[in-house]
C-alpha cells in the first residue's frame, strides 16, 4: 500500500517553473530578429548580384535601394516608441513583421530600379517598427544583471538569417530554370513567405510584461522595483549619455552596413567567387555571429558595458582593415570570421546600456532615439560606398576607411562614462 504524499502547507509558495517565461520571449525574439532584420537586410547581399544583373543595376543604384530600406526605417524609429505605448509591443511587433513579409513578397515582383527601391524602403518601414518594440519588451522582461546577455540571444537571430541566406539563396538563384521564374524573384518570395509565418508566431507567444503571465522581472534577485519614470523627460547627463551612444551607433551603423551589403559583391565582383562559394564566405559570417551577442553580452554584464563596446569595436576594425587588404583567401576568411565574431554585439549592448541607465518604461523612447543615429549611418553607408565603387572600381577603399572609422570608436567608447550592471537599477 503506497504512502499518501502529503499535502502543501497551506500559504506555501508555489514553486517556480523550471524556464521562466522570459527565456520563451527571448528565443520568440530570436526568430522576430530573424525575420524583420535577418530575412529582410542580410538576405538583400545575396540576392543583389542576380537582381542587380536581372534589372541592369549600377553600383550606385544598388546603393540606392539599400539605402531606400533604411529611410523607411529611419521613418518608422520615430514612431515606434509611441505605436508600442499605445497598442502594445507585442501588436505592434506583429504589425511591423506583417509589413516586412508583405514587402519582400511583392519586392519579388519588381519590374525596375524604381519599384524596387520603394518597395524596400516599406520593407524597412516594418523592420524598424518590429525592431525598436522587440527591443523594448527585453527590458520588459530582464532586469539589468540579465539583459546583456537576453539581448544578445535576440540579436542572434541575424545570424541564424545569414546562415539561412548564405546556404539557401544560392541554391534559389542557381535553380530558376526549373522553376520557372528568375530566382532572385523566388528568393524574395520565400523569405516574404516565411516571415508572415514568423508573425502568427510571435503574436501566439509574445506577451508585453511578465504580469500578464504572474511572473516577476527575471533577474531582480528579491530587490523591490523601483517606481518608472514615466514623464519620459531626461536629465542632462541622460541627454549627453545617449548622445554618446547614438554618436557610437552611427558609428557602426555607417560601417557595418557597407560590409554586409557589399561584401558578397565583392568577392563575386572583384574576386571572381561564383555566387556559392560566395554564400559559403556569407554563411560563416552568420555562424561566428550567433554567437556574437550572447558573448559581447555576457562580457558587458560582467564587467561593464564601456569595455564590452571597446572590445566589439576593435574587431570589427580588424574585420574592415582585413576587406580592404583583399590580398588572398585567408585574409578573408579572417575578415570574415572577425565581422561575424562581433556582428551583433554592438546591439546588443546597446540595448543593455539604455535600459540599465533609463529604466524599462523609457528605454523605447531612447532606443529610438539612438536607432535614428544608427539608422542614419545606414543611409549614408550604402551611398558613400556604391559611388566610391564606381569611381574606384573597388570596394577596398571602403572597407579601409570603415575600419579607421571604427578605431576611432573605440576612443569614444573609452570616454564613455557608465555604470556596471550592478549599479543599475535592479528593477530595470
Known sequence: MSTPTPAAPAGAPKSRPALHYGWVVALT???????????????????????????????????QIGTAYFIGYLLMVALAPTMGRRVGNRAAIGLGLGIVGSG??????????????????????GSGLANVCMMALIAAWFAPSRRGLASGVVAGGSGLAIIFSGLLIPEVVAGEALLGVLGWR????????ITLGTTILAATLLRNTPADVGLAILGNQGHRPVAPDESGRFSRSERSFIARLGLLYLIFGLTYIIYATFIVTT??????????AAGRFWAIVGIFSVFSGPLFGRLSDRFSRKAGLMAALSVQSAAYLLAGLGTGTLTLYLSVGFFGLAAWSIPTIMTAAIADRLGA???????????????VGQVVGPLAAGYLADA???FGPSYTASGCL???????????????????????
Open 406 to 428: 571604427t578605431g576611432l570608436g573605440v576612443f569614444l567608447a573609452y570616454r564613455l562614462l557608465t555604470r556596471s550592471p550592478r549599479q543599475a537599477n535592479p528593477a530595470g
Open 267 to 276: 568577392l563575386v565582383d572583384e574576386h571572381g567567387m561564383p555566387p556559392s
Open 186 to 193: 523566388a528568393g524574395w518570395l520565400l523569405l516574404g513567405v
Open 29 to 63: 525574439g530570436t526568430l522576430v530578429i530573424f525575420a524583420c532584420l535577418g530575412l529582410a537586410r542580410f538576405s538583400f547581399g545575396m540576392l543583389l548580384p542576380s537582381m542587380a544583373s536581372a534589372l541592369e543595376l549600377t553600383y550606385a543604384q544598388r546603393g
Open 361 to 375: 518604461s523609457r528605454t523605447a523612447t531612447g532606443f529610438a532615439i539612438i536607432t535614428f543615429f544608427f539608422a
Open 392 to 394: 574606384t572600381g573597388s
Open 104 to 125: 519582400m513578397c511583392l519586392l519579388g515582383l519588381a519590374g525596375g530600379f524604381g519599384s524596387a527601391m520603394l518597395l524596400y524602403g516599406f520593407t524597412g518601414v
